[in-house]
């Protein structure tokens, strides 16, 4: 057995452990079902970019807590930033957004539940990516009012499809596990009891290979859609800025607050 070892962050909002050259990044929000503050995009990019140069870790993988993967971005600091209140961190989303992209080496989510938004659209970035039987996924931007993310607009038609890519993105529907498998979203699904151990076994074997090898073959199957992805942040990000704070993100999350469905027909 390798050297193991631990440390937690941001009031142990974010856990970090290292293992066998194996570093686990598990997100630690479950009463919030793991929705990322500003501390969380902190933390997590800082752990991203610690892994990065460090010698002894050669793969990452990126989990959640309890019965959550990640609810993506915390609905009340979403509507901070459309009031111009938030107080920034020192990454935040975009820095974490940059981060995932030039990632050098390999990342592998182990969606252990329900994921939504970043929750989903990470997995665009994954080099490989298990799922519990019981998860669900689900990209709500159209029911926020607002866009894709992450580069997702990108991504996903190229590793979904044209087609599951839309629907993934435009319907703001559940997607069930197996059809995540099905799409090409995720690698594997696993039984919830196993997922960490089938994560962790396949996380091994690339960490037993050389760091060397495993960056260079990440590198030549990464940079030839480097610039699509690096142009899809600026379009979303432009999108996302028009549609924050416009009457329908507005309804939706007055509709949040009130606990009520969305109404967008009188807006449209």
């Known amino acids: 057995m390798g050297k193991t070892g631990a440390m937690s962050s941001r009031d142990d909002l974010v856990q970090v452990s290292d293992a066998n050259r194996v570093r686990t990044i598990r997100l630690n929000r479950p009463q919030a079902k793991n929705a990322m503050n500003e501390a969380m995009w902190d933390a997590t990019t ?4 610690d892994a990065a140069e460090n010698p002894g870790v050669a793969v990452v993988v990126l989990t959640g807590s309890e019965d959550s993967f990640s609810a993506g971005q915390d609905v009340i600091e ?18 974490l957004a940059t981060e995932l992209r030039r990632f050098p ?3 592998i989510c182990a969606v252990n539940g329900i994921g939504l938004g970043f929750g989903v659209t990470v997995l665009g970035y994954a080099d490989l990516a298990f799922m519990s039987t019981t998860a669900r996924l689900k990209c709500p931007f159209t029911s926020l009012g607002v866009a894709p993310e992450l580069g997702s607009s990108v991504l996903f038609p190229q590793l979904l499809g044209r087609q599951n890519a839309s629907w993934a993105l435009m319907s703001s529907e559940w997607l069930s596990a ?8 995720v690698f594997q699904l696993c039984e919830p009891d196993d ?22 073959c990440k590198r030549v199957i990464t940079e030839p859609i480097d610039e699509q992805i690096t142009a899809a942040r600026a379009r979303e990000d432009a999108a996302f800025a028009k549609l924050l704070g416009a009457p ?19 807006i449209d």
């Open 46 to 49: 800082e752990a991203l970019l």
């Open 78 to 95: 979403m509507a901070m930033t459309a009031q111009g209140t938030l107080e920034r961190g020192t990454h935040s989303f975009t820095g």
């Open 105 to 107: 080496k390999p990342l």
């Open 178 to 185: 197996q059809e995540c498998k099905d799409m090409g979203l």
């Open 195 to 216: 997922l960490m151990a089938t994560t962790i076994r396949h996380a091994e074997i690339l960490a037993s290979k050389p760091i060397s090898s495993l960056i260079e």
């Open 248 to 266: 329908a993100n507005i309804e939706a999350m007055t509709a949040f607050a009130e606990k009520r469905p969305p109404d967008f027909t009188a």
